[in-house]
């Protein structure tokens, strides 16, 4: 008793929240914090205030329209065909990368001869930037004066006989199936020149996909699919019930991946199609570009940068959340 | 319930051949130990049983059926692997489940199993958990458990044992033991533990280099060894081995091991009358050398013997004293009541009834 009484009457020590680590620590990050502070969130703000003016021309205006704007661009058939073809562009560029990611990963997983050259081969696409990308497929689905004086692809399947499977390509006008619905703009449907685009960016992000879900798989105890064979399953069981669910993690971070990239898409839509046909292929970071540095209507072109950052983020934002969660469960 | 044969099987990788002639008969329920050091084959034989590799020749057969080329899932196995290979992504329950939902069986029967056997491993409380929630015991119960849901006629494990801490094992190890009095089915269990392979097998595979040594009971194991590898791998501490050669003289066959001579029994003559004369390998176990101050009832006490005491390990029930002459030392197991000290002269009894003798070249038992 005597002894605690003598232990609490000696003055506590000062926990001091400075201290030298931390303050060099602090000092290490401060010029990188700053930064990003003032470049990425300072701009972000700056450009949701500039959505919120009245800002057209080259002139800064200042006064203050609240969400005009937003409703502004939102109204037009212009923007709404914009939405459609982000919504039609990035369902099919994820669907495909996904689904052909997972089938070369699991080819090349199969331990075959000359795995290392296959797998530099579908990763190396990868390399190019979309710019690239985007010239060279352009010259591949630029159509011709198909059927009898075709170039590109259409030119390759005529000459192989296969002339039967020539198209439009980035020229192509349609939206199948085009339905009108009463209040909106455009039709609802499938953009037929946003194919080749797609075809374009599958082919540069689908070894990406490949190289993760490789690494997946390969992380995959072999232990465990014995266990399942020895279990009563069937190869397309072992693959339905233990690889699949057990890649989830891996698909979760390439539809992140991929969607975010798809839902920016700039570089490779703007050196294919520009747009084109009509604004069949153009998409909101397209759009965004046009009529800020074109048309010089900055307001507008700000609440665009905003929606797409808002749809973005509906993406991220939740995985980022369940990462953390995870992550404090191990 | 089923027996199992293994015919003639050679199993080849590239090179290297991990089981040669691999000969093997086990009865139905019986519990049958591989074991022997790694790289020995004992995995690779459970492996090709269970469906997992392709024997190179050779049959094997599972009661009446040759299942060389039946895939694992028809082979009415369960196996229990190493790392106990729990699918990570599923609940305890469906861990257990899984095999008999591919199976189609009732949900009804597939929940009565999974409870029963939940309760048989005292995992009950735990069937909502993921593995990773799991301690190591718990993963090993729920692994046993998923073996146990499906009724096979064969249980297959692979070292289960080898990733738990010394009690737990000690404890695992009587409850496996319980497991297979319980489900009357045939258990096949591999390790490199020879303690396991004593106290859980009723006969015991002793396997090296992909060759069956000798297979039988653990006490006929350590009493009459076949060969050399078998009498050091099996007995711990190992028994001790001397070069050595049988001569005749005194009107008695003696050992001689060159700085010292023990006589051989007169009723262990016969079975080494033919190697007499010649040099052999002499094996005594360390239980089998005595304090001469406190030898046990029984035990002659003519193969007497002045040592030096180099190392004593007391263990509290035993100690292990490592004892030398003429440059010959040998381990010994002695009473804790020794007055063994290192440096110090020790006179021990060997106990010549209990010696083994082994040919010089073909390292085989002649007693």
Not at chain 2, 324 to 351: F, W, Y
């Amino acid at each position: 008793m005597q002894q605690a009484e003598t232990l609490s009457a000696r003055p506590a020590r000062r926990v001091r929240w400075m201290n030298r680590d931390r303050a060099i620590a602090l000092l290490m990050i401060a010029p990188s914090a700053l930064a990003i502070a003032v470049f990425v969130y300072g701009f972000i703000g700056w450009t949701a205030y500039i959505s919120m003016t009245d800002w057209r021309g080259l002139a800064i205006s200042t006064s203050f329209v609240g969400f005009d704007n937003y409703l502004t661009i939102f109204s037009t058939g212009r923007f709404q065909t914009n939405i459609r073809n982000l919504i039609v562009f990035t369902l099919f560029f994820l669907a495909s990368c996904l689904v052909i990611g997972l089938l070369l990963a699991v080819l090349v997983d199969a331990r075959i001869r000359f795995e290392g050259f296959f797998r530099s081969v579908y990763i190396f696409p990868m390399a190019l930037s979309f710019i690239v990308t985007g010239v060279v497929w352009q010259w591949l689905f630029a159509p011709g004066n198909w059927p009898n004086d075709p170039t590109g692809i259409n030119l390759l399947f005529k000459q192989s006989g296969l002339g039967f499977l020539q198209a439009a390509w980035t020229t192509d006008t349609n939206v199948v199936p085009g339905w009108r619905i009463e209040g909106l703009r455009t039709r609802i449907g499938i953009p037929m020149a946003m194919i080749p685009v797609v075809v374009a960016a599958v082919w540069q992000m689908s070894g990406f996909v490949m190289a993760m879900y490789l690494a997946g798989l390969r992380g995959i105890p072999d232990e465990i699919k014995e266990a399942a064979r020895v279990d009563g399953a069937t190869e397309w069981q072992v693959f339905r019930h233990i690889t699949l669910p057990m890649l989830q993690p891996i698909t979760l971070s390439a539809v992140i991946i991929l969607g975010h990239i798809s839902l920016k898409i700039f570089d490779l839509i703007i050196t294919m199609t520009g747009g084109a046909p009509g604004n069949n292929t153009e998409v909101p970071g397209l759009y965004m570009y046009e009529i800020t540095f074109k048309a010089n209507k900055f307001a507008e072109g700000a609440a665009v940068a905003m929606v797409m950052l808002v749809v973005v983020a509906l993406l991220v934002v939740p995985y980022l959340i369940y990462n953390r969660r995870t992550e404090v469960e191990r | 319930m089923a027996s199992i044969k293994f015919d003639h099987v050679w199993k080849r990788f590239g090179d290297f051949a991990a089981l040669k002639d691999f000969t093997l008969d086990v009865a139905d329920q019986e519990f049958l130990v591989l074991v022997g050091p790694s790289g020995c084959g004992k995995t690779t034989a459970l492996r090709c049983l269970a469906g997992l590799e392709e024997v190179t020749s050779g049959t094997i057969m599972i009661g009446d059926r040759v299942v060389n080329d039946i895939p694992p899932k028809d082979r009415d196995i369960a196996m229990v692997f190493q790392s106990y290979a729990l699918y990570p992504h599923m609940s305890v329950y469906d861990n257990m489940a899984f095999g008999l939902k591919l199976r189609k069986i009732p949900k009804a029967e597939i929940d009565r199993r999974v409870k029963e056997a939940a309760e048989m491993l005292q995992i009950g409380h735990l069937l909502d958990r993921k593995p990773k929630a799991l301690s190591g015991g718990q993963r090993q119960r729920v692994a046993l458990g998923r073996a146990i849901v499906r009724h096979p006629s064969v249980f297959l494990m692979d070292e289960p044992l080898s990733n738990l801490d010394a009690k737990l094992r000690v404890q695992t190890r009587a409850e496996i033991s319980k497991l297979h009095q319980r489900l009357k089915t045939t258990f096949i269990y591999v390790t490199h533990d020879q303690t396991e392979a004593m106290t859980m097998g009723t006969r015991i595979a002793v396997m090296r280099d992909g060759v069956l040594q000798q297979l039988d009971t653990p006490q006929n194991l350590y009493d009459h060894p076949a060969n050399m590898f078998v009498a050091g791998f099996i007995g711990s501490p190992s028994m001790n081995f001397f070069e050595a050669t049988l001569v005749r003289g005194d009107g008695q066959v003696l050992v001689d091991f060159g700085p010292f001579q023990l006589p051989v029994p007169p009723s262990r003559i016969d079975a080494i009358a033919d190697h007499i004369g010649m040099p052999i390998f002499f094996g005594i176990r360390p239980e089998d050398i005595h304090d001469a101050h406190y030898v046990p009832r029984g035990v002659d006490e003519s193969a007497r013997l002045m040592t030096t005491v180099n190392v004593v390990e007391p263990l509290g029930s035993e100690v292990y004293a490592y004892v030398e002459n003429g440059g010959k030392e040998m381990v010994a197991r002695l009473d804790p009541r020794t007055k063994a000290r290192t440096g110090e002269v020790l006179e021990i009894i060997i106990d010549m009834s209990k010696m083994h003798i082994f040919d010089r070249d073909t390292e085989r038992a002649l007693i």
